[in-house]
C-alpha cells in the first residue's frame, strides 16, 4: 500500500486555492443579501411615501364637501368671488358678442354700465394671471384663463344714466340702511377696457376696500406706440370724468369717496379738480392717491397741489426712480414727471410723498402700485383706515412740512 505525501508548499498552495474558492462562492451571496436589503429599504421608504399620500388624500377627502347627486342642481363654485363694478366709459360699442369686445378703442360718448369680475379666493395679492409658466406655451398647449386661476370679466351689464344711478344708489346702502364708501379707479395709458376693470377689482378687493367700486374708463387705444394718441384722448376725456364724478358726489348718498388714479390717468383727475367752480365743493371726497403719475412737475406744483390740498382729507403720491415708462417719457416732454422719484422730488405742506423706489417691480416698474403686496397693504391703510403716511410703516426723510417718506 503506497501513501502519497504532499510537501509543506504544495499544502499551503492548496490552502490558498481553497479559500480563495471560499471567497468566490460566498461573493453572489452577499450581492444578493445586499439586493434584498436595499430592496426591503425601498419598499418601505414607498411604502411609507404611499401611506403620507394616502392619509392626505384622506383628509382633504374629509374636508371636501360630499359630491352632488346626477339629478342635484349644481352648486355654486366657491373657488373664487365676484366683484361688481359700477363703471363709466368713453368707448364706442362694437357689434361683437364677446363681452370681452364689447367696447373698441374709439373715443366716443359717456356709457354706463356694471361689470361683473370674478377674482380666485387662492390668488396672491397684486397677480391677476395665476396659469403660471403654462400661459406661455404656444397655439392649444397654452392653458386657458379661468375664474379659478385669473381675474377676469365674467358678466356685462350696460345700463342708462338714470338706470345706472338707481342701482348705485341701492349699492351704497349696506343692509342697516347706512351709506358706505365710493372707491373710483381711474386707468392710465395703454389698457384695454377689460383691463380697467379687472384692475379697478382686484385693487379694491386686494385693498380691503369695503364700499362700492367705480371705474372711469376712457379710450386708452391699448397700444405702446400710441403715447401720444392717448395723451389728446385722456385731455378729451376730463369733462365727463368730472360728470361722471358728480354723479357718484352729488346724485348718491356714498358715504365718503375715494379716488386711485394711475399714470396718465391722474390728468383726469386733476382736470376735474382743477375746473371745479368755487361755489361747488366736493364736500365728500376723502382720499386721492395718485400713481406713477405722468404729469409735469412744475405744472402740478403750480396748479394742483394746493387744490388737492384744499379738496380731499388725505392726498397721497406714489412714485419711483425705477420707473422706466416715466423715465422715458419725462425727456420726451422735456420736463419731470411727478412720479418719476428722487432725485426731483415734488413736495407740498399737507401732500404725503412715497418714494416706492425700493419695491420690486415689473418690466417697466410703471404697475407696481397694484403689483406689490408691499404697496397694496399701505394702500389698504389708507382706504380702510384713513392713516397718514406718519402712521403707517414707512420711514420719515427730513424733517419739517416738507419732509417725505419711503418704504422700508
Known amino acids: 500500500m503506497t501513501t502519497s505525501v504532499q510537501p509543506p508548499r504544495t499544502r499551503e498552495r492548496l490552502k490558498k486555492i481553497l479559500r480563495l474558492g471560499a471567497i468566490l462562492a460566498a461573493v453572489p451571496v452577499a450581492l444578493v443579501v445586499i439586493i434584498l436589503v436595499g ?15 394616502l392619509r392626505q388624500d384622506l383628509e382633504e377627502l374629509s374636508s371636501a364637501p360630499p359630491p352632488a347627486s346626477m339629478n342635484a342642481p349644481p352648486e355654486k363654485p366657491t373657488s373664487w368671488i365676484t366683484v361688481p ?33 370674478t377674482i380666485p379666493e387662492r390668488r396672491r395679492p397684486g397677480k391677476t394671471d395665476g396659469r403660471g409658466w403654462c400661459r406661455f406655451l404656444p397655439g392649444k398647449l397654452e392653458c386657458p384663463r379661468t375664474p379659478s386661476n385669473s381675474v377676469l370679466l365674467s358678466a356685462l351689464k350696460p345700463r342708462r344714466p338714470a338706470a345706472w344711478l338707481r342701482e348705485v344708489g341701492v349699492a ?5 340702511d347706512k351709506p358706505v364708501d365710493a372707491l373710483i379707479f381711474v386707468h392710465g395709458y395703454n389698457n384695454s377696457f377689460v383691463d380697467a376693470i379687472t384692475r379697478a377689482a382686484q385693487l379694491s378687493y386686494d385693498a380691503g376696500f369695503p364700499g362700492v367700486t367705480f371705474a372711469y374708463d376712457w379710450a386708452s387705444r391699448d397700444a405702446l406706440p400710441a403715447y401720444f394718441i392717448d395723451q389728446e384722448t385722456a385731455e378729451r376725456s376730463a369733462p365727463d370724468f368730472s360728470r361722471f364724478l358728480r354723479r357718484i358726489v352729488d346724485s348718491t348718498q356714498a358715504r365718503r369717496v375715494a379716488i386711485v388714479a394711475h399714470s396718465m390717468g391722474t390728468r383726469l383727475v386733476l382736470y376735474a379738480l382743477r375746473d371745479l367752480e368755487e361755489g361747488q365743493p366736493l364736500t365728500k371726497l376723502d382720499q386721492i392717491i395718485l400713481a406713477a403719475s405722468d404729469v409735469d412737475s412744475a405744472i402740478f406744483m403750480d396748479q394742483y397741489a394746493g387744490r388737492i390740498v384744499q379738496t380731499a382729507g388725505l392726498a397721497t403720491i406714489y412714485a419711483s426712480k425705477r420707473d422706466r415708462a416715466l423715465l422715458i417719457s419725462g425727456p420726451a416732454h422735456g420736463a419731470h414727471r411727478v412720479g418719476s422719484g428722487p432725485p426731483t422730488l415734488v413736495l407740498y405742506d399737507g401732500l404725503d410723498y412715497i418714494d416706492a423706489s425700493t419695491i420690486d417691480t415689473d418690466l417697466l416698474g410703471h404697475g407696481y402700485y397694484a403689483e406689490n403686496k408691499q404697496l397694496i397693504d399701505d394702500i389698504f391703510l389708507i382706504l380702510r383706515h384713513g392713516f397718514p403716511a406718519s402712521y403707517r410703516n414707512l420711514s420719515r426723510i427730513g424733517e419739517g412740512p416738507l419732509s417725505y417718506y419711503r418704504f422700508r
Open 85 to 117: 363694478v359700477y363703471y363709466g366709459t368713453r368707448r364706442a360699442r362694437t357689434r361683437a358678442s364677446d363681452i370681452e369686445h364689447y367696447y373698441s378703442d374709439r373715443d366716443d360718448t359717456l356709457k354706463y354700465g356694471i361689470a361683473t369680475i
Open 172 to 176: 351704497l346702502i349696506d343692509s342697516n
Open 39 to 53: 430592496e426591503v429599504f425601498f419598499l418601505g421608504t414607498a411604502r411609507l411615501s404611499q401611506k403620507r399620500l
